[in-house]
């Protein structure tokens, strides 16, 4: 385990009206797919990966052989009323992964717009925050947020964070040194840490 500094990092909040919509858009808007995001496909050595974004960045990054309640298709790819900007962040976005899976990249960059409670926004701050190749337990970080007894609260924070990789749960794991879960599957867990760690 290790210590790390803390950092700031920006958060997002918003709404959407389904309004007028057709039942595959309402079931759409149920499960997050509104019509202000965009949504590419990004390949990696672990499977297809799902990312959304919305104007203010990226919002979702899921593999699609775990995430939950997904339904992509074609017209995804372009229904969005901030298509440029959107696409701006999906672009930048595939280009730092590719980086990232190449050893290229321990850092990015490109704008997150978290959605969540209060408390889980202040868990996923704190996750970024936790060094490249390093880990830490769940109750370091319960710790690290002020919150030394919400260790549970911290790991169901952790499972519920829709950003994978750019918000680094994989970085954290149980107190005796084994894996913990992790909402892609344990091995994926283990194959990010090795990529970090050089092996």
């Given at each position: 385990?290790?210590?790390?500094?803390?950092?700031?990092?920006?958060?997002?909040?918003?709404?959407?009206?389904?309004?007028?919509l057709s039942r595959e858009?309402?079931?759409?808007?149920?499960?997050g797919f509104a019509m202000?995001?965009?949504?590419?496909?990004?390949?990696?050595?672990?499977?297809?990966?799902?990312?959304?974004?919305?104007?203010?960045?990226?919002?979702?990054?899921?593999?699609?052989?775990?995430?939950?309640?997904?339904?992509?298709?074609?017209?995804?790819?372009?229904?969005?009323?901030?298509?440029?900007?959107?696409?701006?962040?999906?672009?930048?976005?595939?280009?730092?992964?590719?980086?990232?899976?190449?050893?290229?990249?321990?850092?990015?960059?490109?704008?997150?717009?978290r959605r969540g409670t209060?408390?889980?926004?202040?868990?996923?701050?704190?996750?970024?925050?936790?060094?490249?190749?390093?880990?830490?337990?769940?109750?370091?970080?319960?710790?690290?947020?002020?919150?030394?007894?919400?260790?549970?609260?911290?790991?169901?924070?952790?499972?519920?964070?829709?950003?994978?990789?750019?918000?680094?749960?994989?970085?954290?794991?149980?107190?005796?040194?084994?894996?913990?879960?992790?909402?892609?599957?344990?091995?994926?867990?283990?194959?990010?840490?090795?990529?970090?760690?050089?092996?």
């Amino acid at each position: 385990m290790v210590g790390y500094n803390r950092g700031d990092s920006g958060q997002g909040t918003s709404s959407s009206r389904v309004g007028n919509l057709s039942r595959e858009n309402r079931e759409k808007s149920r499960i997050g797919f509104a019509m202000s995001t965009a949504l590419t496909l990004v390949p990696s050595r672990w499977g297809t990966i799902l990312a959304q974004a919305t104007d203010r960045g990226i919002i979702r990054l899921q593999f699609l052989s775990t995430a939950s309640s997904i339904c992509v298709d074609e017209s995804d790819m372009t229904q969005t009323t901030q298509a440029t900007r959107a696409a701006e962040h999906l672009q930048q976005l595939k280009w730092q992964l590719a980086e990232f899976f190449s050893s290229r990249r321990r850092s990015f960059d490109v704008p997150l717009d978290r959605r969540g409670t209060v408390f889980q926004r202040r868990v996923w701050q704190e996750l970024g925050c936790i060094p490249y190749g390093e880990t830490i337990s769940y109750r370091e970080l319960a710790r690290a947020i002020g919150h030394p007894r919400a260790v549970r609260a911290v790991g169901q924070a952790n499972r519920c964070n829709p950003i994978l990789i750019l918000v680094p749960c994989h970085r954290v794991i149980a107190a005796d040194g084994t894996l913990g879960g992790y909402a892609a599957g344990v091995e994926i867990k283990r194959e990010l840490l090795a990529l970090e760690r050089g092996r």
